[in-house]
């Protein structure tokens, strides 16, 4: 399976404290340099800098060609660098926040999950406590409707 991801569900599962649910889920995730640069940045958090100064194995740091479409013109460079990748590599799934990211690159026929479907389905394979993890992630800057939390916690208010 050939994953691409963005800035975000790297930084918040960091941040969270669940970036091993990457490798659980995908045994692969790609990124494009840009991503890289990104996460290093000094604006970055210090645990997101830190993590990518000695980066896993089952993160592959690629390179990708400059890629002139207007389409992609209103992303910021880290989207545009993983929708291209992903197009590149005719990628199964890319792991994009981003409201209009996401739009995007579903709109050009990409499968798209961000840092809340990587939690369901690490949560599906009993990978995660969702409810834990969701309570973390509502203490960083992840920012979601209300509702849709709702709906997600309610499928596991249920279980053991």
């Known amino acids: 399976m050939i994953v691409v991801s963005d800035t ?6 960091l941040l969270i404290d669940e970036i091993e649910l990457l490798p659980q889920l995908y045994d692969e995730v790609l990124i494009p340099k840009i991503i890289q640069q990104e996460l290093s940045h000094i ?3 210090r645990v997101v800098q830190k993590w990518i100064e000695t980066p896993p194995d089952w993160l592959i740091i690629q390179n990708v060609a400059p890629c002139l479409d207007r389409d992609l013109e209103v992303l ?3 989207e545009r660098a993983a929708i ?3 197009e590149q590599l005719d990628a199964n799934l890319v792991l ?3 409201a ?4 995007i690159a579903c709109s050009r026929g990409l499968r798209v999950t961000g840092v809340l479907g990587i939690l369901d389905e690490a949560a599906k394979r ?3 406590d969702f409810p834990t993890a969701i309570n973390r992630l509502e203490k960083t800057t992840f920012r979601v409707s209300a509702m849709l939390i709702e709906s997600l916690l309610n499928r596991y208010q249920n279980q053991p």
């Open 8 to 13: 975000s569900p790297i930084c918040y599962l």
């Open 43 to 45: 604006k970055s958090p």
């Open 76 to 78: 910021d460079s880290g």
């Open 84 to 86: 291209i990748l992903a």
């Open 96 to 98: 994009v926040d981003d």
């Open 100 to 103: 209009l990211g996401r739009k």
């Open 126 to 128: 009993n990978l995660v």
